[in-house]
């Protein structure tokens, strides 16, 4: 690509500055008697695909569970393509799925999908393309039935073996045997209590998981529950009847804080969305001591109803849900503040976000509309900068490496060289190397959105001493471009 065509290339291309709704794609059963709103979302590791429980609506309280399903839930989970918006598979689990784990196979892609379904009291394994492979009942509450279980949350091990399945009401986790090879294969082979279970767990490393827990302060002179508690119980699943409990906030009358949904990030932390109580809050707890490290409170920007929450995946950038005030919120980790807040509809509208996602590869984010049985993708994330990183010295007759991150998986990122630097102003971008500049390597990103190579450096004495200005552009599925930092490269 020449100079002039690169500048071309630039000046056409779309200029997106911050978070933008890409697509939304409506969700059908293919049954207009059903609602076909949807709960969870979980992204396939192809970074093209997901999956999405369709739970359908809740009957007006207080009807036994009996009658909830068919009339008020579904019962389907479909299977997304995020480019095109198609619907591409679609299979039964039991009623009102909620959450989605998926088991690997050797090469990384999906082996099996299970849904917890909460008014079934049932997990659901399902192919790749949704085919039905079995229905494992839950562990019954004491005098109970299996509907009395309603699971919310469920995660896959980290090395596929096993399922982790909350029951809410009962406040017991079932472990079900996931590995294909096994003779136990999709039987439950344990279960321990975790007290005041309720919400989506996460992995702290191989052996530990987190779960969310909310405690209610029963007052028998009112005979109602006055406030809550909520935080978090780590477990180590090697020893499960050892459970460490951090309460993370105080208790407080006619409070009644909740955690449903939790991310561990890169440095072992727990962060942790806080709703339903006084103030939407966001916390940062130190799973080993129960320590508080750093609170962001959302205040009026969000309804007090945060419910999902995801971490990209490096780490840089919190999503979370607030389900009854339907807004995004985005959160810089680093400095613990809010990026941008986004409603998901137009304003008295009721979208209720529930479950948010991000693709594998960090440049997308994906929103369940519980309200709304759609699901909406948006790009151009702010934390999504392309980045550009080259060895700083090179000596003559040797290789130096370069690579690139925040690139759109499968997409190419073309690195320009000049030997001076810039800038040179076009539109709303600045080219920070020379003109005359030429295309210096063409890199694919992988599934995470990386790439890199390593470029020979010829024996020419002219060589020694000069320093090369290098920045890379990329342009994305939805034909913005960005263009990378500048950095340099000397030869010695």
Partial sequence: MRPSTLCVLILL???????ALELTINLSDGDPLTS????????????????????????????????????????????LNLTTGAQVAMGTAGHFPEDIALTLDASGQTRHVYVNNSSSGTVTCL?????????????????????????????ASPDG???????????????????????????????????????????????????????????????????????????????????????????????????????????????AAIGY?????????????????????????????????????????????????GELALIDIAAFATISVTPTGLPGSVTLPNEVMFSPDGSRLGVTLQGAAAVQIYSGLPSHALGLWADPVVTLGTTGALGVHHVQAGHAAWTYVSDSPGPSIYGPWTIQIGV??????????????????SIQIPVIPGLFGTTFHLQAITVDGNGSVRLSNHVTTTIN
Avoid at 131 to 152: D, E, M, Q, R
Wanted: negative net charge; contains cysteine.
């Fill in 436 to 453: 005359p500049f030429s295309l210096l390597a063409t890199l694919s990103a992988a599934i995470d959105g990386t790439a890199q190579t």
């Fill in 13 to 19: 291309c779309t200029s997106v500055p911050g978070q």
């Fill in 277 to 325: 109580g006084l103030t939407p809050r966001v916390v940062e707890v130190d799973a080993g001591s129960g320590a508080l490290l750093r609170t962001l409170d959302l205040g009026p920007a969000v309804g007090v109803g945060l419910h999902g929450v995801a971490l990209s995946p490096d780490g840089s950038t919190l999503a979370v849900t607030a389900l009854n005030g």
């Fill in 161 to 271: 073996a096993r399922i982790y399945a909350g029951g809410t009401s009962c406040a017991t986790v079932d472990v079900i045997d996931s590995d294909p090879q096994s003779p136990a294969f999709n039987q439950v082979l344990q279960s321990f209590s975790v007290p005041n279970l309720f919400g989506r767990p996460a992995w702290l490393d191989t052996t530990h998981i987190v779960f969310p827990v909310t405690s209610y302060n029963f007052n028998p002179s009112l005979g109602y529950s006055d406030g809550s508690t909520t935080g978090l119980s780590v477990v180590d699943v090697t020893n499960p009847a050892s459970v460490t409990t951090w309460m993370v906030t105080p208790f407080q009358q006619f409070n009644y804080p909740q955690i449903t949904d939790i991310a561990v990030t890169p440095t072992g932390t727990v962060v």
């Fill in 36 to 79: 076909d709103n949807p709960f969870g979302i979980t992204y396939d590791p192809d970074g093209t695909h997901a999956y999405v429980s369709l739970c359908g609506d809740l009957p007006p309280w207080p009807l036994p569970p009996t009658p909830w399903a068919p009339a008020w839930n579904n019962d389907k989970v479909v299977k």
């Fill in 127 to 155: 192919s790749p393309t949704l085919n039905p492979i079995a229905t494992i009942s839950l562990t019954p509450c004491a005098g109970g039935t299996y509907g009395s279980v309603f699971p919310f949350g469920i995660a």
